[in-house]
């Protein structure tokens, strides 16, 4: 049985998991906005009285951030906010580049028509998204859908957490406006939900892998940028 808290006299009981959810979600978007720099300390005291809930949901939220490479936990100190530099993007891109044309080919395989709908629903989201964050979220859940349709839920969960970095580092940057990238993600996203839903396995290995090739160069100014100053 779930376990719940009650709210104020005379409310709904709150399930535990819901308000471990609303903290997890609202700690995620103060380190995506950059509101929260990396390095800062993530007080778990000060993080409850600032959403209005006890400290078990907030420590468990930082735990599943810290999971995801949002979040550092560090021994004896607490939480804080992770770095999100172009290194850990790159390593992250590098794990995405050997581990989603395989995705993309066994969802070819194994997708259902409810899998084909929820990445055709993502690529409209990012089709008509009008701010970088709208369309980041509509691009990662193309590619958790595109996960999802291999009934793997391992691979979605590392592909969460791989995904979850790059979206931070790309906001903070502020180097990538939606119509540096948009049309073009759109668009490639387009020919892999094609194959996908043909079941060509061997095209939608090979359209991803130049998907995620194409992310890559995407960074090469920032990363000659570092070069040149480091």
Do not use: C
Not at 105 to 118: K, N, P, T, V
Not at 119 to 130: D, G, L, Q
């Amino acid at each position: 049985m779930d376990a719940v808290s009650r709210g104020p006299k005379g409310s709904d009981p709150i399930r535990v998991d819901s308000v471990v959810d609303l903290a997890y979600r609202r700690i995620r978007d103060l380190v995506l906005s950059g509101e929260l720099a990396p390095g800062a300390r993530l007080g778990q005291v000060e993080l409850a009285e600032r959403f209005g809930i006890s400290r078990t949901p907030v420590r468990e939220a930082l735990r599943r951030l810290a999971g995801e490479g949002l979040v550092d936990q560090i021994s004896n100190r607490g939480f804080r906010v992770a770095d999100l530099g172009l290194d850990a993007v790159l390593r992250r891109l590098e794990v995405r580049a050997i581990l989603e044309p395989g995705i993309a080919g066994l969802a070819a395989e194994r997708r259902s028509g409810r899998d084909l709908e929820a990445m055709r629903a993502a690529i409209e989201r990012e089709e008509r998204a009008s701010s970088g964050i709208e369309a980041h979220d509509a691009s990662r859940d193309f590619h958790l859908a595109l996960a999802r349709a291999t009934g793997n839920e391992e691979l979605v969960r590392v592909l969460e957490s791989l995904w979850l970095v790059e979206v931070g580092r790309r906001l903070l940057s502020r180097r990538y406006a939606v119509s540096d990238w948009q049309a073009e993600d759109v668009a490639e996203h387009r020919e892999i939900l094609a194959a996908v839903d043909e079941g060509r396995a061997p095209d939608a290995e090979r359209l991803m892998a130049e998907h995620v090739r194409r992310a890559v160069q995407h960074w090469e100014p920032e990363r000659r940028g570092a070069r040149e100053t480091g």
